[in-house]
């Protein structure tokens, strides 16, 4: 392999650019030519690639979202712009991809191997840590401790004011964030999409604060919560108990994707950047860098896409205990 | 005066904690019995009164929140509810007060002394800055570097997506902190409730801005503005603009209030804290003490209730310029 | 068990009071009597010894240092010294101990079970991450996370000076601190204990550096380096290279030690925590809990004394490719 | 005034990113041309210039450093030097400059104006805030808020070992940064430059905290203290009082000149840069604007050179208060 070529994909998360300085830095160490596509496969079809050396990735290391930028593009999931993206990479005489996304990303490269043959190793890339394959993904710790920061803050209100605060954090399908950053941010219970927990229960918690005089409370939810989103839960709760409780309601939102990387973040997408370009000239192919255990591995992209990742029994029985 | 108390009223604001610590080291070093009030006007009525001494107030200069409680009292605003306060008082033999919050807070302490000769001095406790008679209040400067490390992180991914977002800040009377977290964070377009900016005016900077190839934009928006919140406006804005520009709304909301407070509201607290004591103890009542061009000033009650305080044209003008 | 106590001996670490926490309310959890001892092995010699509660570890999952205090004991390490130590555990009931700390403190706890049967299960609370027998300790990830924030901020200068920085970091016997730091903070060298870095080899990077036009230069150095220390290793270079460079030389110093642990520690700090009272509710001694491979394993103090835990191979590798 | 140039000379500050993106904005929206000088007076010399447009500057108010980097020239100093700057701005049509740095900077516009006639417009960048003529300076708030996160950190420490720490912070003729992080950080005792402190008087202040168990402290030491640097001061001590005192000396270095300016200097920054460039558009020369109570003023750089800058008595004051 003498030509390859990165790009991001999905939606960005920090650590992205430590991932890509990676892959160029990765290339040119080996000698191999190595080109940056522009907004993911939407870029790939409209030929925005470029070659890229060491210094096109200088001072990036630190920076969140992505220097390569990222689209979702739906042109690619038709035969006609997957013909469009083989036209240009061919122009560029690119022979193999470093994709840097998620599930999407992953379904769409397999889709283009199978029909152009041109092989791609990706690189976990989204802050939520819903793919199976590697411990973390790039971007959860840094996702993980800007929700804590968040949480520290709002508990100083809540203290002040002695108010139970609903903190709703980011995870459609994955209750990771809100798990780690709860247990962190010392919440009295945390609602995840992958266990069911039922509104009586939380009432019952909040009560058994209460008859041990502690006045504030700190519940934080998963987007993806079964029994609704932040807002319908308080209000199912507020209903149910004496009205003179002082609730409120806070959704994170869109700051827990960006920031700074953590030095977690920054090394995990260095390794994994250089994993999936060395595992790219050593003829894998739709297969996912990751770390498991500490170690390199590769996993093929059906697995990613198919199998769960579960969340841990152990961290869901700390958050009963530690809010004893 | 031998005996004093202090306590924190109305929205918690990080700073608080350092003007407690000041009127309780400045009581000290004064000679002068301190006692602390839980929770405010309500905590004065309980008789949630304690004695402070300098140990009181270790280690907390570094802390957001308020280590008094704050809280909204209905019942201080009935003749009976003072009339209680007032006997609390009695019982302590406490002969003056320092209030650390905003106008509810300054309006009680008014009612309080016509009644019962007791008087009070304030400090400006909020993070809005919306008090005449201080440049800036407490807490304000750590609320706008919040609201900026939101902004920093947000346009990360308005970088990344060539996206547009909608930040919504606190204030809901005043742009203080939309028009300095805005200039500072690089914003396109800031709105505020104290100018009308009509929706075709923020079409016509974004359609400018994408003229002249700017892929991201940044607006913020103060929660008070006339046109409406962050989603209001964002809704109003894309029935009018072509569709397929992404647009985010996210709302800051709570953890704006919260967090370890800045060299500045540190400093600025220490400063009025003290100055609100020194008052007091020098015969001031019904007055708010304040900073204004780096110097101490009383400003009576009725002035910081009743008059305005104008956001800078300087800064709006700014804005303008600053996002050619 | 029915009674035990909890202590912090040797230099702080970000986490020690999460870690704190969970040992109280876990045992509060499963109805076990807990003590905590103040300032380690010198403490329960004086009996600074108190009862503590679920409330007393409220609002301090976020703080740095350790509320418990630490302090070494030179009279611990005398059977004087212990034979008191003994007399006030028994005085107490105390018939365990949890010792959140290093080898030092592992060494004496040993030393106490051979003479008075008291078990300890410990947890590996130091910054250096020296431990064998957990995959991290209790502040480390904090501790890389500061130094990280430091090389970013001497980035701006180095970048803007056309400059050489030499950073020393904290590590003594370990270079962990610094390779970890020196990789997300996109360092060109790295220098640590565990492998000798010819002078020569510095001076080859740096020039290698500057004919690819690279102005700017950041060297990682752990304290503990073989060559010297930064001061000195800077000299050393300065005396073969052109007199034109600058070149300057910072020592991060105590700041790596404190702050408010990243959501990682508190984590960790956690399940060390609850997994150290667990082991020794379940007959466990003269073993540190520790978490290898994200499993909680036990391990004896003769072999957390003993064995080395060596650095990545891996690590050291990247920063060789990534500086390319 | 047709076309003007900016650039960056003396120490780089945090906000001077902010500063150079105000006058390329400003200068779009006045319709006037502007140029970038690389690296101060020397790459005026070498002719090291390039034109910058709306697009030059965009993503940068965030950043540390300064994208136009910086340099000190020794061959500006000479005739000769000036005259070959004089022939590079003639060849670029160069008809007015805005310079960001301190007094250096200043002095050599001065005598280049005296011979070439050439106006220079000044804006006051540097961390020591020790600029007459000015209330702060582009960099200031950031400095101290950097060394108020290391002293916060080395409480920590300081609390939880019964500690005495000495830092030394950044200022050799001035102890603005001293002050205004020791006030902040709630430090026992402040020495600067501007007022002696006696070795004997910290004794006392230590020994008065031991008489009221205060069991830790922090002394913060601007470089330029008449004792003597902080590790000379500490040894001073150390040999006066008893010995079983655990101190600590810290030097905090250059990560006070780097990192993400706040807010405040964001802002100040950008109404300075804003402010020079519109005053040299009317006809200003050998002046620096500052902003004194607020309000914009230009003040001649024979005045910025000659005169003091006085700390406030007023903050002195308060140390003694707060930490009784």
Chains 1, 2, 3, 4 share one sequence.
Not at 22 to 48: L, W
Request: charged share 20%.
């Amino acid at each position: 392999m003498k030509r390859i070529a990165v790009f991001t994909s999905g939606g960005d998360a920090p650590g992205m650019n430590a991932c890509i300085r990676a892959v160029v830095r990765g290339a040119v160490y080996h000698g191999i030519e190595v080109f940056g596509i522009r907004r993911g496969y939407s870029g790939m079809i409209n030929g925005d690639i470029f070659q890229m050396s060491s210094h096109s990735v200088s001072n990036i290391v630190q920076r969140g979202g992505t220097i390569l930028k990222s689209a979702r593009s739906k042109e690619f999931m038709t035969p006609e712009g997957r013909a469009k993206a083989h036209e240009q990479l061919l122009k560029f005489g690119i022979e193999g991809l470093v994709a840097i996304g998620g599930n999407g990303t992953f379904t769409g490269a397999t889709l283009f191997y199978d029909e152009y043959g041109i092989p791609t190793v990706g690189a976990p890339g989204t802050i939520d840590n819903d793919l199976y394959g590697t411990d973390h993904t790039i971007g959860f710790d840094t996702a993980v401790n800007t929700a804590l920061e968040a949480i520290d803050k709002i508990r100083d209100t809540a203290d002040s004011h002695d108010r139970i605060f609903f903190i709703e954090v980011m995870g459609r399908d994955s209750g990771y964030i809100a798990i780690q950053s709860g247990i962190a941010g010392g919440a009295e219970l945390v609602m995840v999409p992958e266990v069911l927990t039922p509104i009586s229960e939380v009432i019952e918690t909040l009560k058994s604060g209460w008859s041990r005089q502690k006045s504030s409370s700190i519940i934080v939810i998963a987007e993806g919560e079964e029994e609704g989103n932040a807002t319908e839960i308080s209000e199912k709760i507020r209903a149910q108990v004496h009205s003179e409780v002082d609730m409120r309601v806070t959704t994170l939102g869109h700051i827990q994707r960006g920031g700074i990387p953590t030095a977690y973040d920054r090394i995990l997408a260095s390794r994994l950047g250089l994993g999936a370009l060395e595992g790219l000239m050593n003829g894998e192919k739709n297969v996912m860098a990751g770390i498991v255990n500490n170690e390199l591995v590769y996993t093929p992209f059906r697995d990613t896409i198919r199998l769960p990742k579960p969340i841990s029994e152990d961290l869901l029985r700390m958050v009963k205990i530690l809010s004893v």
